[in-house]
């Protein structure tokens, strides 16, 4: 434990990590001690470890449970499920259906009712300049609103839609369909508490069509104010990529975005694990949009 070095590298968010070697099982206290770390600082970076898939899985295994991407089961690594390929390398002789993932400000999975614990992400290829990935402290954003908009947002639900991931709409026809057909659009309250930090935050993203019982029209402005809030330069803390590179991110407190500052041409290829989450929120049901039914659901899952 001696040799662990934990250095902050944002005021919002962020810090680095070494004198650890991800590719072997981490000890009980290491672990503890890296969850300790990731509960300060939302974003740990690990430069300089070259994983395998399955050493990237095992290492996701000890922060919690693994997801499987059932949900987007298109993009995964042929071998291992539990690895989604983020990359604009060709596959199968066609363009990556991954290429512009994350090009809008999000947290993973939220259009499930288990939006992801966390995510681990590692860095394989990348271009020469750019590719930077940014994240957003939900928890700042959460805390600078006043009491009065706080109080308000407490009693809303959002409604979380997989059509509105940036791009969506170009991917290839079946998956599509499927893709819907197996993520309904989803509500999640606006305010969470994080199950182990005790802290509030705001969970909004720009993946919310509308707030419960409110039309779009009507929940537009205020989606605009407070994902514009929630990504104010001062709440971000911005990655750039080396190789090597493995990030692992918060998802409940977190909003991250890729960033297309790149040259399309050059490789970008990503690994990402993630870990499952708590159960949270409800389908939405169009013919019984109202309220009472609808808290009535989140009342059984929560």
């Known amino acids: ?23 072997n099982p981490l000890t009980q206290e290491q672990v503890a001690a890296v969850q300790a770390a990731w509960h300060k600082h939302l974003i ?17 295994g000890q922060m919690g449970e693994v997801e499987r991407n059932d949900n987007v089961p298109y993009y995964r690594d042929p071998d291992y499920p539990e690895v989604l390929l983020v990359s604009n390398k060709p596959r199968n002789g066609k363009p990556s259906e991954t290429r512009n993932t994350g090009r809008n400000w999000h947290a993973d999975l939220t259009y499930t009712d288990r939006p992801a614990k966390g995510s681990v992400l590692m860095c394989k290829e990348k271009p020469v300049i750019g590719g930077d990935t940014m994240f957003a402290n939900m928890y700042m954003a959460y805390d600078t609103l ?10 809303l639900d959002a409604v979380h839609d997989i059509t509105l991931i940036k791009g969506f709409e170009r991917r290839d026809p079946a998956q599509i369909a499927e893709m819907k057909r197996a993520n309904p659009p989803i509500a999640h309250p606006v305010v ?14 720009e993946r919310i069509r509308n707030f419960v019982g409110m039309t779009e029209e009507e929940s537009q402005p205020l989606l605009q104010f407070l994902n514009s809030h929630a990504t104010s330069p001062e ?25 297309k500052d790149f040259d399309q041409n050059q490789a970008r290829h990503m690994m990402r694990c993630s870990m499952r989450g708590e159960k949270s929120g409800y389908v939405i049901a169009p013919e019984k949009e109202d309220g009472a039914s609808l808290k009535s659901a989140l009342a059984s899952v929560s």
């Open 192 to 205: 969470r508490t994080h199950p182990e930090t005790g802290r509030k935050l705001l969970f909004v993203s």
């Open 44 to 60: 740990l970076v690990f430069p300089g470890q070259d994983l395998t898939a399955p050493q990237l899985i095992t290492f996701t």
């Open 146 to 155: 006043s009491p009065v908009l706080r109080d308000f947002i407490e009693t």
């Open 235 to 259: 709440f971000v803390y911005r990655h750039q990529w080396a190789l090597n590179d493995i990030v692992m991110w918060d998802n409940r407190c977190t909003l991250h975005i890729a960033l």
């Open 1 to 23: 434990m001696t040799s662990l070095v934990i250095t902050p590298l944002g005021y919002a968010a962020g810090a680095r990590v070494t004198g650890l070697d991800l590719r």
